[in-house]
C-alpha cells in the first residue's frame, strides 16, 4: 500500500489525544514505550471519565492521569511507581473512591484481551478461584469446565478497549509500525477497535517489505492514526533509543505524594508546554 | 568460614531451595529472589534456565508477560516467588490493600499475576524480609490469591516455604499450615513466635538456618553479584560495593 | 545459555525421527517449512499409529506418511496438493477407514492448540454450529455463552501434541530457532510436549541476542531437538531460500494416484536414500 | 466495447459486488475471486486492502491463519469467498465429500476455514465455475458449513451471491434462498434451469449479466493480470498470456 489515506500521519500529538473520546475505554500498555507524549496531551485537551486498562499494569501515566482528573475507572492487575514506590494519585484516588477500581491479574487482562482479538465472547483462566479478586469482579464467571467433571474454572468476559494507545520505535509513510520486541502490542492493538500510536520517527519505507523487520510490525489495518513524537516515552524509556531519567520519575514521585505537589509539578512539566518536551 | 551479609544468608538460603527446579522464573522488584535464582543456576553449569520478568538481557529475558503466563499454565515453570504486604498461617497472600474494600485504608499495588501463578508453578517460594506482626498476620484482609484451594480446584501449584529476615517456614500442604523449618543465626524461635501473628507448627527442636560455605559466596561474588547488577543496580552497589564497582 | 546441553543438536535427522514415538499425536505445520526430510526419515524407522494433526491443513507430508502406513488417525481442517490435486493417499484411506479422520476447521485447529499453548482445558469459537464437522466430532461440546442470552458457542479441547515438527531456516548452538514470518510456530511449540526441528544450518551466534531476529526466535526452552537438514523442506519451498520443485510435486502426485505407483515412488525417493537427498 | 474472455466477465462481476468492502481475503486456489478483489482494489484507487491467504508479497500477505481469522472475528473483515463440492440451495456448501460419512464415496479435501469465515465475514460470495447438477444439488450431502443459521446463532456473516459460469444469483438471508439476479451473455434461464439441482427464485424478467466495459477490461489487463500472477502464474499466463509474458 503506497496510498494509505493521507490522513494517518497525524501531527502534532495534539491531534491524536483530540481523537480519544472523554468516557473511551483506553487500553494502556505498560512495558516500552509508554506513550507518556501522547498523556501528557490526553491531560491538556481535560480528558474526562476515561476507562482505562492498564496491559496488564501500569506506573506514572495511569497515576498521572487519575491525578489530572481524567479517570472515571481503571481495570488493572496493579499501578506502581516500581522502585519509585507506590502511585500516589492512584492510591489516593482509590481509597476516596474518586476512580472505581477493576481489580485483576496480569493473566486476566491478557485474557480478556486475547478474547477481544479472537472475537469470542469470554476465555477460561486457571487460578483465581478462592480470590478476593474473583469475589470482587462480579463480570467474572465461574463454570463447570466441560470437559472435566467437578473441574470449576473462572471465565473472564472480552476487553474491547476503543483504542488502545502506545508508543513505539518507528512507522512508515502506510501506516505499519515497528513494535521490536514488544509482541503483545499486537493483542492490544488487535482487541481495541483503534490504535493511536506515537513514534520516535516515520521512516521512508515499507516496513512489511523488510523480511527481518516484518515479523515485529504491526500492520497498518490495526492503526487508526499516527504522530511523530521523539522522546514520547519520556522520562520513561525505550530500548535501543533512551533508558529512563530516573531523576524526573523521582521527582514526580515526591511531588505526586500530595495533591498540592501534584498540581504544582503538573502545571510545571504538562500544562505548560515547550515543544521539545511535548 | 568467611563473614556473610544478611542478603548472602538469604539468597543462599533460598538458592537451596531451588535446586530441583529446571525453569525459575522471577517477578519485578524482586532482587534477593532473583539472586538466589542466579546462584541456583550458577551451581547446576548454567543448565537450569532463569527468566526475570522485565531483564532487557539475554538469557533472563522473556517474550513478555503472555509468554510466561503461558509457560507457567503449561508446566514449564518449576519455580517463582511471591511476596505480601500481608502474609497469613494459611499461606494467604495480600498484594491489595488493608480495610474495606474498595475504598481500603491502605491501598497497595494490586494482584499482579499471583492468583495465576500460586497455582500454577509447583514451587512458590514466598519471600518478605520484615518479619513483623504487621505482615504476619492472623488472616489477610484481602486475599489477592489463596495460599490453599479445595481438592476440587486445579492446582498444580502453590506455596513450598516462606522465608523471612528472621526465619524459614516450610508449608505443609496436606494441613494448610507453616511449620517453622529454621531459625537464621542470631534470632530465636521466641523472636519469630513475638514476631508472627498467625499460629504455626513448631517442632521441638528447631535448627538454625545453614550459612552459606566459602564455594557458595565466591559464586555469589563473582557470578551472581556482577549478574543481577543489570537488573538491580542500587542493590548490587548496596549490597556488593567492590564486586559491582 | 552458552551451555545449552550438547545433545540438543543431533545429526543426522535420523536421531530426531528416532525420538518420535510410535502412536506418539505429532502435529505438522502447513506453511514453511514442511519438514519433508524428516517425515521421510519416519518413514524409513517405519514409525506406526502416528496421530496426525495438520495445522491447519496440510498437503504432501501427511499424504507420504499416510500412504506409507505410519497413521492411525488424522486430525485436520483439509488435506490437499493444492494446485497439484487431491492428497490421493489421504483420500483412499479415509475411504478405506485404514486412517481415522478427525474433521475440523482451520480455527478450530488452531483454537485447539492454543487452548493447549495457554493451559486452558477448552477454548470457545465462533461457528461451526449446525455444521456437519461439529455434529461429527463428539469431543466439541456446544455450550450457552455464560455471558450472553441463548447464545449457544461451540467450545473445542485442548489439543496438547507429544511433539510438533517443522523446518526452519536456522538455529543457534543454544537452541533457538529462528522461524521467520511464520509466528505460529511458537503457538505449535507452545502447544506441544516437545519440538523436534530441521534447520538449514547452524549458526555460530545466539539468535536471541540480536534485536532484529529475536522477536521471529523461537525460544530454546521449547526445543527438544535440533538437527541440521540442508533443504529439509524440499520438494517444498522455504521461501527466501528455495522454491517449490513443481516437477518432482507433480510426480509424486501422479505416482501417488495408486498403490502401485506410490510403492514405486516410495523406494525410488524415501526408501533408498543417498545422503545429499536425506 | 472490445472483447472479453469468460474469466473477464466473471472478475468484472465479482468485482461489482465488492464496491462497499474497504478489506476483502481471498483464500487458497482462487485466482477469479482473488483478481476481482485486485481489480476493486484498483478501481478504488488502491483504498481497499486485499489479504490473499498464501501470498508472500506486500501488501497483499497476512500475518497468518490466527491473525486472519482472529482479524474476520473482529469484524475487520467485509468480504470472502467460498466455493464447495456441492452446493444447495439453502447455500450450504459441501467441501468434505459424498456418501456416508466418514468413509465416504468421494472425499475431498476438508471444510477449511468455511465454517467459520461463512459466519463472521458480511459478504461471502460463493464462486464455481462449474455449473451442473452435479455441484448444485437439491441437499448437500454433508455441510462443511450452513448457508443459514437459527436467529439465536451468532452470525454478523454469511452468504451474499453465487457466481457460476453461467449466471449470478442473489442470496435471501430472510427467506433463505436463492433468487436469479442475472444471467451470463450467450446463456438462458432454461439452460440456467437445466443445469440447477436445487429450487431458486426466478423474477419475470432475468437480466443479463453486465458485460465488462472498457474502463474495466484495461484495469483488468494493466493492473490485475501482473499483481494476480504472483500467487497464480499459470492462471495468468493462460488467461493473459500477453499481459504477462
Chains 1, 3 share one sequence.
Not at chain 1, 240 to 245: A, K, N
Not at chain 2, 194 to 199: Q, Y
Request: charged letters at 20%; one cysteine or more.
Amino acid at each position: 500500500m503506497n496510498d494509505a489515506p493521507a490522513s494517518l500521519l497525524l501531527d502534532p500529538v495534539e491531534a491524536l489525544a483530540a481523537r480519544i473520546a472523554d468516557g473511551a475505554k483506553v487500553a494502556l500498555f505498560k512495558d516500552c514505550g509508554v506513550p507518556m507524549a501522547l498523556g501528557r496531551a490526553l491531560v491538556r485537551r481535560r480528558a474526562r471519565d476515561l476507562h482505562l486498562v492498564t496491559v496488564p499494569t501500569g506506573g506514572m501515566l495511569p497515576d498521572l492521569l487519575i491525578g489530572a482528573g481524567c479517570v472515571a475507572t481503571v481495570e488493572t492487575a496493579g499501578v506502581t511507581l516500581g522502585e519509585f514506590g507506590l502511585a500516589p494519585r492512584f492510591i489516593a484516588a482509590v481509597k476516596t473512591g474518586e476512580v472505581q477500581i477493576r481489580d485483576a491479574t496480569c493473566p486476566a487482562i491478557y485474557a480478556g484481551l486475547q478474547a477481544a482479538e479472537k472475537g469470542i465472547p469470554f476465555m477460561p483462566l486457571r487460578g483465581l478461584l478462592g480470590s478476593d479478586v474473583l469475589a470482587s469482579r462480579a463480570d467474572f464467571k465461574v463454570i463447570d469446565n466441560p470437559f472435566g467433571e467437578d473441574d470449576p474454572i473462572v471465565c473472564l468476559p472480552a476487553i474491547r478497549p476503543d483504542c488502545a494507545i502506545f508508543h513505539a520505535p518507528c512507522a512508515d509513510r502506510d501506516g505499519n509500525v515497528y513494535i521490536a520486541r514488544q509482541a503483545e502490542m499486537k493483542i492490544l492493538a488487535h482487541a481495541a477497535r483503534e490504535s493511536f500510536v506515537t513514534v520516535e520517527r516515520i521512516v521512508d519505507f515499507n516496513l512489511l517489505e523488510d523480511d527481518r523487520l516484518a515479523p515485529a510490525t504491526l500492520n497498518a489495518l490495526y492503526v487508526s492514526a499516527i504522530a511523530e513524537a521523539p522522546g514520547g516515552a519520556a522520562p520513561l524509556n525505550l530500548p535501543g533509543h533512551y533508558d529512563y531519567d530516573t531523576d524526573a520519575i523521582r521527582a514526580y514521585a515526591k511531588a505526586a505524594a500530595t495533591p498540592e505537589g501534584f498540581r504544582v509539578w503538573l502545571a510545571a512539566h504538562v500544562l505548560v508546554q515547550t515543544g521539545a518536551a511535548a | 568460614m568467611g563473614s556473610y551479609t544478611s542478603e548472602e544468608l538469604l539468597i543462599a538460603t533460598i538458592a537451596d531451595m531451588l535446586e530441583p527446579a529446571r525453569h525459575i522464573a522471577v517477578g519485578v522488584l524482586s532482587p534477593i529472589p532473583g539472586s538466589a535464582a542466579l546462584l541456583a543456576r550458577a551451581r547446576s553449569g548454567n543448565t537450569k534456565k532463569v527468566s526475570i520478568i522485565g531483564s532487557m538481557e539475554e538469557p533472563y529475558r522473556t517474550d513478555g508477560g503472555v509468554d510466561l503466563f503461558d509457560c507457567a499454565a503449561q508446566g514449564r515453570i518449576d519455580a517463582f516467588f511471591l511476596s505480601g504486604g500481608q502474609i497469613d498461617g494459611q499461606a494467604n497472600i495480600n498484594l491489595t490493600g488493608i480495610g474495606d474494600y474498595p475504598r481500603q485504608d491502605v491501598r497497595w499495588s494490586g494482584a499482579f499475576g499471583s492468583a495465576y501463578l500460586y497455582f500454577l508453578v509447583p514451587r512458590v517460594i514466598l519471600f518478605r524480609e520484615e518479619h513483623s506482626r504487621r505482615v504476619f498476620v492472623p488472616q489477610v484482609d484481602f486475599i489477592s490469591a489463596p495460599g490453599t484451594s479445595a481438592p476440587n480446584v486445579y492446582r498444580p501449584g502453590g506455596p513450598h516455604a516462606l522465608v523471612t529476615g528472621l526465619c524459614v517456614f516450610l508449608f505443609e500442604r496436606a494441613r494448610g499450615r507453616f511449620r517453622l523449618a529454621s531459625v537464621h543465626p542470631g534470632h530465636s524461635v521466641e523472636e519469630v513466635r513475638d514476631e508472627t501473628g498467625f499460629d504455626f507448627d513448631c517442632p521441638d527442636h528447631v535448627p538454625t538456618t545453614r550459612t552459606p560455605d566459602d564455594a557458595t559466596l565466591s559464586l555469589v561474588r563473582e557470578r551472581v553479584a556482577p549478574a543481577i547488577a543489570s537488573p538491580y543496580p542500587a542493590f548490587a552497589r548496596r549490597v556488593w560495593p567492590q564486586a559491582v564497582a
